[in-house]
């Protein structure tokens, strides 16, 4: 919603630049972890995900990395575009439900 | 998500008055889940249900109640509004966990205004 990305950390870059979102997570026991995208007037989007066995996992133009000493989850975006414009949420399971992140808006100028 | 419907879009009501949000899936998914999303808070679980007869309270459930009428169908309501339960709120789905990933799916959200 529009509404959604006031009082969140902002990420402005330039059309073309790689874009690097990071999320600090609370639970040393979360096995499984998510990106979402949120795009003004819709719902969370599922963009890539991560099991706790892994260290970095790569879609189409994004890149998921996992520090587990340090808690640690960003989401890398190469090529940056104004279509990326958006809020960008990580979420953690941990028991049997997610727990998400505040969120970053992350806005792209061309 | 077309698969995750949720209605209404939209709803301005009065304090005191009882509301029921809508959701339903043809994703054939067992769980779904109910969120709030408010400024700078991100998501906040209200209730979520693994099958037709199991329903869980999540982290802000006071004030909420659900009902799981179906598979595909998991309704929300507020018994008497109050101003700040105005909100954006989501409906969510997944598939159970297993060893596989299972994201969860979201509907575009119903956005609930109280007076």
């Known amino acids: 919603g529009e509404n959604v990305g006031l009082h969140l950390p902002t990420l402005s870059v330039q059309e073309g630049d790689n874009s690097i979102i990071n999320c600090a997570y609370s639970n040393s026991a979360s096995d499984y972890f998510i990106w979402y995208k949120q795009e003004s007037g819709k719902g969370p989007q599922f963009i890539i995900d991560?099991?706790?066995?892994?260290d970095k996992r790569q879609g189409q133009r994004v890149t998921v990395l996992l520090n587990k000493t340090v808690k640690h989850l960003s989401l890398q975006i190469a090529a940056t575009q104004p279509g990326d414009s958006a809020v960008y949420f990580c979420a953690e399971r941990g028991y049997s439900t997610l727990t998400f992140g505040k969120g970053t808006m992350l806005l792209v100028s061309p | 998500d077309a698969d995750v419907t949720q209605t209404p879009r939209n709803r301005i009501t009065k304090t005191g008055k009882r509301i029921m949000l809508e959701c339903s899936q043809t994703k054939g998914h067992d769980r779904m889940y109910w969120y709030r999303q408010d400024p700078g808070l991100g998501l906040r679980l209200i209730y979520y249900?693994?099958?037709?007869?199991?329903?869980n309270k999540g982290e802000i459930s006071d004030g909420y109640s659900v009902s799981r009428q179906a598979q595909a169908k998991f309704s929300l309501s507020l018994e008497s509004a109050i101003p700040n339960q105005t909100a954006l709120y989501f409906c969510a789905t997944s598939d159970a966990w297993t060893d596989s990933n299972q994201p969860q799916h979201f509907g575009d959200g119903t956005r609930l205004s109280i007076l």
């Open positions: 249900s693994f099958d037709v007869k199991d329903i």
């Open positions: 991560i099991r706790s066995n892994m």
